[in-house]
Structures are given as structure tokens and as C-alpha cells.
């Protein structure tokens, strides 16, 4: 489970296990930091459970993901955005040790749709999202699978007088 929760003054981010049958509830305060934390998405892939979530720096919306093992230990927040502009919280798919987002970003006009892939076997964590649409009007609510080696996306986009599904 994931959640964010009101501790301290600022939306944090919580995890908890349970047993299959209901019991052994157990509970986890993941973050600490004074920047508030919502959305937060989890997938389990191999012996890991994957976090992303949106969070404010301060200025803008930045999108994060950690992740931990599957006992709860080695909790990893290398984070993942780092731009002048708001993020909606993303949608993800960990797949064959890589980690695929899909978020629309602003981008100083309009928001767009920005994909993120980041290669967990890498040592150097850091990805750039990379700006797929540039069209006039906004685009939202993005979904992604990954599926057979390709990447199948649909999102929302207003085309001025009514709102379209693009994939």
C-alpha cells in the first residue's frame, strides 16, 4: 500500500504491508522532508516495490519514485525530475529493470506529454523527460502500457472546442 498522509506540517509519504489473509498490517513513514508529497503510485516487479509520486520543491511539481525491497528494507530515493515547470502526477511501468513514466508537463504555453525512461542498472540515476507532443491546446491525463518492445500511449487533449483521446 501507499499513501500520503498530513505529518508534521507537510504531506508525507507512508507504505504498508500485509499478509494476503488480512494480518500483519504494518505501516512505514517513507519521507521527511518539508516539500508535500501526493499521488503516490506502487508496483511490485521481481524483488522490488517501485514509488512514484508528485512533489513540490518549493517552485514547481517535480515527479520522484523510490523503491525498496520487497521485505521492506533498502529504502532508494534518487529521485527522478528536476524542471521549471509543474508535472501532473505520472503514470509508470517497471519493466526488465527499466522504469517507464508518461506525465503531462507544462512547457511554458501548454501542457504536453512527456515521457521519462530510466535505466535501473545504470549508477547515475538521472533522466530527462523528453517532450513528445508540441502542439497547440493541453493535453492530460496520460496512460502508457508497455507492451512486446513498444510503448502504447493514450491521453485527453482539447482541440479548442472539444476534448479528443490521442494515442
Not at 91 to 119: A, E, H, K, M, P
Not at 121 to 146: C, H, N, W
Amino acid at each position: 500500500y501507499a499513501w500520503s498522509e498530513y505529518l508534521g506540517g507537510h504531506f508525507q509519504i507512508i507504505t504498508a504491508t500485509m499478509n494476503t489473509d488480512g494480518t500483519q498490517w504494518s505501516g512505514t513513514q517513507r519521507t521527511f522532508t518539508s516539500r508535500d508529497k501526493m499521488f503516490p503510485q506502487l508496483q511490485a516487479s521481481e524483488e522490488k516495490i517501485y514509488y512514484v509520486w508528485r512533489e513540490d520543491d518549493g517552485s514547481h511539481l517535480q515527479v520522484r519514485i523510490s523503491w525498496m525491497n520487497v521485505d521492506g528494507s533498502g529504502w532508494y530515493s534518487p529521485g527522478l525530475s528536476e524542471s521549471p515547470y509543474d508535472k501532473t502526477p505520472p503514470q509508470f511501468q517497471v519493466v526488465n529493470n527499466r522504469v517507464y513514466c508518461v506525465l503531462s508537463q507544462d512547457d511554458g504555453s501548454y501542457d504536453q506529454i512527456w515521457t521519462v525512461t530510466l535505466d535501473l542498472s545504470q549508477t547515475d540515476l538521472r533522466a530527462d523527460a523528453i517532450k513528445r507532443t508540441s502542439s497547440e491546446f493541453s493535453k492530460g491525463y496520460p496512460q502508457m502500457q508497455v507492451f512486446n518492445r513498444r510503448i502504447y500511449y493514450i491521453w485527453c487533449e482539447n482541440d479548442g472546442s472539444n476534448i479528443q483521446i490521442w494515442t
